[in-house]
């Protein structure tokens, strides 16, 4: 007999109580890919508006860019998606002849969750000028210095492999990396309503075992995607200091 602890907040802990000499070793591999999750960093790669933004940009335009992403970036750090998930949950395994897993704990509600990806899309879709996909064009802009052109960059692949790595939760549904959760919610039940991702979405929704579990690798995501935008912004803000102590400028 063993019971698996797992508490998501401001970090993630891990506890085993029970007989050792037998461990759980199916939510062993789970829990530890669930840690995997939240360690690992990543975000979606959007096309950009053109093939050309960003290029022949003057500092005046890349300022004002960058500042839009930091505008998007503040407002989704004063929000209560993030308070509410802070705040922290617990799922508990334990040994049952049914479903052996339960959510405990108040995490951000559909509400939070709504609000926070009205925002958030601004990241992640090809037609924005705040997308990573279109900063990254800004970034290879020649007035941008070569070690904040190498750490957008760096920020940028860690991103999209953490997002094309294997998922905790639905990879049995055929569900086989974090990107596929965060589209199926994003594109096919809360912003848009793309019909194949839909159809996956309310499968998933309607399935009192996995909702819970799905929508909390969700929130994972979101957090940890929203962890480098939060990076992101804070190397804009050095380049937008670099820019407006240039001389020329009032």
């Known amino acids: 007999m063993c019971e698996w602890v797992f508490e998501l907040g401001r970090s993630a802990n891990l506890s085993f109580k029970g007989d050792r000499e037998k461990p759980c070793r199916f939510w062993n591999a789970f829990f530890v890919r669930m840690l995997w999750l939240f360690r690992m960093f990543s975000v979606t790669v959007s096309r950009p508006l053109n093939s050309t933004f960003g290029q022949n940009m003057d500092n005046e335009n890349i300022i004002s860019a960058l500042e839009l992403f930091n505008e998007k970036a503040s407002k989704l750090g004063g929000s209560n998606f993030l308070k509410k998930a802070a705040l922290g949950q617990i799922v508990r395994l334990k040994p049952s002849l049914e479903f052996p897993i339960e959510v405990v704990g108040d995490g951000p509600d559909q509400e939070n969750i709504d609000a926070f990806v009205l925002t958030f899309r601004f990241f992640i879709q090809n037609n924005e000028a705040s997308s990573f996909a279109n900063l990254s064009k800004i970034y ?75 929508l909390l690798e969700f929130v994972l995501i979101l957090r940890t995607v929203w962890a480098m935008i939060d990076f992101v912004a804070g190397l804009n803000n050095e380049v937008i200091k670099l820019f407006q102590g240039l001389p020329g400028r009032p």
């Not at 070690?147 to 294997?166: C, E, I, K, S, W």
């Not at 199926?184 to 848009?192: A, C, E, T, V």
Request: net charge positive; glycine share 6%.
């Open 140 to 214: 290879e802009s020649a007035s941008i210095l070569d070690h904040h052109r190498t750490a957008f960059q760096m920020v940028r692949r860690d991103l999209n492999n953490y997002l094309d790595g294997p998922c905790a939760v639905v990879e049995a549904h055929g569900i086989d990396t974090k990107r596929k959760v965060m589209e199926i919610f994003i594109f096919g039940g809360l912003s848009h309503a793309h019909k194949d991702r839909k159809h996956m979405y309310d499968k998933w929704i309607n399935d009192d075992r996995l909702r819970p579990l799905i």
